[in-house]
Every structure is written in C-alpha cells, then in structure tokens.
C-alpha cells in the first residue's frame, strides 16, 4: 500500500492537483488554518459550481475525508481546487 502527500498552493483560479494519473481508495483535503473556504470539482469548478469544499478554518485548520472507494476510486488528476491566491491545502491519499 502506498500513500500520497502533497502540498497545493492555490492561485485564484481552478488549479489541477496532479497531471499524472493518479487513483486514490481516500483522500484527506486540508485547508491551513486562516484560509478561506476551499472548493474541489472538475475543470469547470467555481464559487458556486463546485462537487465540495473545505470551510474556512479561522484558527484551526479545516479538513474532508473522501473515503474509502476501492470499485470507483478518486481519480487525482482529475480533482481541481479554487481559492484565494496564495493559499495552501494538504492532501494526503492511499494510493490504488
């Protein structure tokens, strides 16, 4: 079994987790205390088109479990975070 941790610094804009394909049975999506709220979906993700998010964690950091899927896993390459400029989440995934 294998594990994924990685570091996102987001931009502003729709900003790809990885290029390389990547499937994932869970993963954990940590947004650092201080941020704003943290939304995940598709290429298209905005504000008010998004699959989740993360809440704003004002001084404790905010996290989602997605979990555990082994017949559909969570293909990474595919998932896209929006936030503010700047902010950075934590991702942390077993890997299939």
């Known amino acids: 079994m294998a594990f994924l941790s990685q570091t ?13 394909p990547t499937f994932l049975s869970s993963l954990r999506i940590e947004s650092e205390a201080g941020n704003g709220i943290v939304y995940f979906g598709d290429s298209g993700v905005s504000n008010t088109d998004y699959a989740g998010s993360v809440k704003a964690g004002a001084s404790d950091p905010a996290a989602v479990f997605l979990g555990p899927y082994v017949a559909a896993p969570i293909p990474l390459h595919q998932l896209y975070f929006l936030g503010t400029s700047s902010q950075k989440i934590h991702l942390f995934g077993t890997v299939l």
């Open 8 to 20: 996102v610094t987001l931009t502003g804009t729709a900003v790809r987790a990885t290029t390389e």
